[in-house]
């Protein structure tokens, strides 16, 4: 590659600068991304020139990750080749106390060494050195001959002040309030030169619970006022589940540490307010989602968890049908029309949507999106955040999008007869369009259209199809077990051809699934593609159940019967297939 224009540059680990970097085989970063493929020789020019302007000097992988070209997880990944390993930021770090415990505190300053994560098997350690083979001798003999090591990159500075800021403090949820109760601090802490604001038990209280529920894979934190204590529950696997009461005191200044993290305004506390916290928890990048609103005894706060390393999902992976999987590839290869996916709040439309687009995205294809907000940033995919604030409302942000040559546009949500006739306006005109839509089926999409206010006329030929979906939970692979096949599993109820009996499973709990008997969720699906005979009933303003019908001649199977599927391999039970779905159409699904 040439250069000649530029001066020479070196990028070096992020965030410490390694000289080793430059003795890897393949010299600079520039050429190393250029050589995988990962960028052109044009987006390397664009960022030297960048450099050049920056003041002070910023390294050229991290220009690259701010233009967009690249990620930060594949910088990593480029130089974990060059060097051998990966490099991690420490500031905006947030660690659980059980990690830090592993490693002890004289250890990790001796050898400038910080534990991140924990896996069954694995210790992910943030190191100055990664090639320090004492340092890493003496961790292992700490965390047990069995463990494997993963060191990453960290600078010395960063980890110096990420240890006085772990280590000084007690960082347990039980440990913080019996700090906030008794009003003690060990006096050899407050000598430590930490971050004064950290010195403050709340902020480490909320630090805590954001750690806490990251660990224990929640997707929403509920930080409910009542009149007389705090309330804190986990949505985990789709179910909320109460995890602590604290004292009603606490509550306000807690209410203004999560407002002040997410750049809220801590004054008004009489109007509903949305915000954004970014923090690395654990060793990985995590986003929250806030919104507040005023309540009887407070402002009830909830924070959406997004975690991007389990954003994106491929199709293959969504657990679809081999048929289903089939016919969803052939309504993804038609070039014009509207594709919906159809379920309630939490049921996975957007991670479905994203998978889609993933699959999609190409340098052959200008896809946008518009969304409410944008959830996970995709590279390549131009990301638009609907703004009431300034008027791009959905239908607006469809309109302009439509003057940007777009091949492919993502709707977040389909709320009103502007915004679907918008929708529909754009797959006439020969744009492939992908929307969400609140309804209980696929099928149920066609009404929901039309009481929307777009006719049957326009709606026919215009719908590539509908994915309808539902998240159950998971049995825990550790603690289920077979037990007697239930009726519906049995010959007779019309949904089991060969006539064999089928064993069912539940499970019992473990300390593995924190007893409560599942661990992870999975999709239930129904995917309904349009032809011309489906569009001719719609056309023809056919009923719901007529739709069904026609669907059903053509392969068609609703949730409900993929959720049996699910049931019959062992995956979920039917209690929770129950919780979630209507089955009594399938015979007597209830568990006894």
Same mark, same amino acid.
């Given at each position: ?166 280590? $000084? ?26 971050? &004064? ?113 389990? $954003? ?155 994915? $309808? ?17 239930? &009726? ?56 719901? &159940? ?8 053509? $392969? ?35 568990? &006894?």
């Amino acid at each position: 590659m040439k250069e000649s224009s530029a001066p020479a540059v070196t990028v070096r680990p992020i965030p410490g600068e390694d000289s080793r970097v430059e003795g890897t085989k393949g010299g600079r970063i520039g050429e190393l991304l250029v050589a995988r493929g990962a960028v052109s020789e044009d987006q390397v020019r664009i960022a030297l020139t960048e450099q050049r302007r920056a003041r002070p000097r910023e390294p050229l992988g991290r220009i690259l990750v701010r233009l967009g070209f690249v990620t930060e997880a594949l910088i990593r990944d480029v130089l974990g080749g060059a060097l051998g390993c990966d490099s991690v930021d420490l500031a905006q770090a947030v660690i659980d106390s059980e990690i830090l415990a592993v490693i002890p505190e004289h250890l990790a300053r001796r050898h400038r060494i910080l534990g991140l994560s924990r896996g069954s098997s694995a210790l992910t350690v943030a190191m100055e050195d990664p090639f320090d083979v004492i340092a890493l001798d003496q961790v292992r003999a700490c965390a047990g001959a069995d463990v494997e090591l993963r060191p990453v990159l960290a600078g010395a500075a960063e980890l110096d002040a990420a240890i006085d800021r772990f280590y $000084g403090f007690e960082l347990s949820i039980d440990g913080i309030l019996r700090e906030m109760e008794t009003g003690e601090i060990d006096e050899r802490f407050l000598q430590i030169h930490a971050d &004064p604001e950290f010195r403050q038990p709340l902020v480490r209280l909320v630090n805590a619970l954001l750690c806490d529920a990251v660990k224990r894979e929640a997707s929403d934190i509920h930080l409910e006022p009542e009149r007389d204590f705090l309330r804190v529950r986990y949505r985990i696997d789709g179910v909320l589940r109460q995890i602590r009461s604290l004292h009603r005191s606490y509550w306000s200044a807690i209410a203004v540490r999560v407002k002040v993290m997410a750049g809220m305004n801590i004054a008004e506390a009489r109007a509903p307010q949305d915000g954004r916290i970014s923090l690395a928890v654990s060793g990985r990048s995590i986003d929250f989602r806030v919104s507040s609103l005023p309540t009887t005894y407070g402002e009830n706060i909830v924070l959406r968890v997004l975690d991007r390393e389990k $954003g994106i999902v491929s199709l293959e992976s969504m657990g679809f049908a081999p048929r289903q999987l089939a016919t969803l590839r052939l309504m993804l290869a038609r070039p014009q029309g509207i594709m919906l996916v159809t379920g309630p709040t939490g049921s996975g439309k957007t991670t479905m949507l994203y998978s889609m687009l993933s699959h999609l995205n190409c340098e052959r294809r200008n896809i946008m999106t518009l969304e409410d907000p944008v959830e996970y940033p995709m590279r390549m995919i131009r990301q638009t955040s609907v703004n009431e604030a300034v008027r791009l409302t959905f239908a607006d942000g469809i309109r302009s999008m439509m003057r940007q040559d777009p091949d492919v546009i993502l709707v977040g949500e389909i709320r009103d007869h502007e915004t679907a006739l918008m929708a529909f306006r754009a797959a006439m005109t020969g744009h492939q369009v992908f929307a969400t839509l609140h309804t209980n089926s696929a099928v149920g999409a066609i009404p929901r259209l039309v009481d929307a206010g777009i006719a049957p006329g326009i709606i026919s030929g215009n719908v590539i199809g509908v994915l $309808g979906m539902r998240l159950v939970r998971r049995l825990c692979a550790l603690c289920k077990s077979r037990h007697q096949p239930l &009726p519906a599993e049995r010959p007779g109820d019309g949904s089991h051809d060969s006539g064999e009996i089928v064993p069912s499973y539940r499970s019992s709990g473990c300390e593995s699934c924190d007893h409560s008997g599942y661990r992870g969720r999975l999709a239930v699906l129904e995917v309904l593609r349009f032809d011309a005979i489906l569009d001719e009933l719609v056309a023809r303003h056919a009923t719901g &159940p007529e739709l069904l019908e026609a669907a059903r001649a053509r $392969g068609f199977s609703t949730m409900a019967e993929d959720a049996i599927r699910r049931v019959r391999a062992g995956e979920t039970s039917l209690d929770e297939v129950s919780r979630v779905l209507d089955v009594s159409d399938l015979g007597d699904c209830r568990c &006894p």
